[in-house]
Antibody
């Protein structure tokens, strides 16, 4: 059964870069059936899509985040990462990595989430 | 981006009673393949969201049959035939028609 696990620092200073990794157990990025997404949830708020990574390394991201987002395949096909630059307090959130079905687009499964706070 | 609007935002329900959540999209979610690209998720307290319904009306694996998704075009509904205590949490609809997926604001179900 596929599982996803996020990891990274829980505290990031304003203007710095938030860097997270997602480790895939029981699968890999290689399959064309799925893409691999980052979703975030600010405290007490709803869900916001950050971006998606395809098997070939290409990506799409939320235009509201402009050019601050970089999503990439990790050192192995069982890991991918999120870099979010020039962070502010508004980027404080729980960050989830998720597998996305390319045909139909549903998100399943989700990682357990990792809480990131932006503060000096 | 497609805007998703849910109602109600808060839903107090007595156990054993039915419940219904509405989700409307700012444009049709009908794909050229005939499927509606609308999903439902439940985020239980302290947990990650979990997939309940995909493509408008298909239950995800392990989802009880008391959950039913319906609708087409821009209007969708999630119905719970008999609410149980374990259904407490926030329900989200999500459109997957566009690569840039978007979510509704969430509907918080609580037990009376």
């Amino acid at each position: 059964q596929l599982q996803l696990h996020e990891s990274g620092p829980g505290l990031v200073k304003p203007s710095e870069t938030l860097s997270l990794s997602c480790t895939i157990s029981g699968g890999s990025i290689s399959t064309t059936t799925y893409s691999w997404d980052w979703i975030r949830q600010p405290p007490g708020k709803g869900l916001e899509w950050i971006g998606t990574l395809y098997y070939n390394g290409s990506t799409d991201h939320n235009r509201s985040l402009k050019s601050r987002v970089t999503i990439s395949i990790g050192t192995s096909k069982t890991q991918f990462s999120l870099n979010l630059g020039s962070v502010t307090a508004a980027d404080t959130a729980v960050y989830y990595c998720v597998r996305r079905v390319r045909r139909g687009g549903c998100l399943d499964p989700w990682g357990q989430g990792t809480r990131v706070t932006v503060s000096s | 981006d497609i805007v998703m609007t849910q109602s109600p935002l808060s839903l107090p329900v007595t156990p054993g009673e039915p419940a219904s959540i509405s989700c409307r999209s700012s444009q049709s979610l009908l794909h050229s393949n005939g499927s509606s690209y609308l999903d439902w998720y439940l985020q239980k307290p302290g947990q990650s969201p979990q997939l309940l319904i995909y493509l408008g009306s298909n239950r995800a694996s392990g989802v009880p049959d008391r959950f039913t998704g319906s609708g087409s075009g821009t209007d969708f509904t999630l119905k719970i035939s008999r609410v149980e205590a374990e259904d407490v949490g926030v329900f989200y609809c999500m459109q997957a028609l566009q690569t840039s997926i978007t979510f509704g604001q969430g509907t918080r179900l609580e037990i009376k």
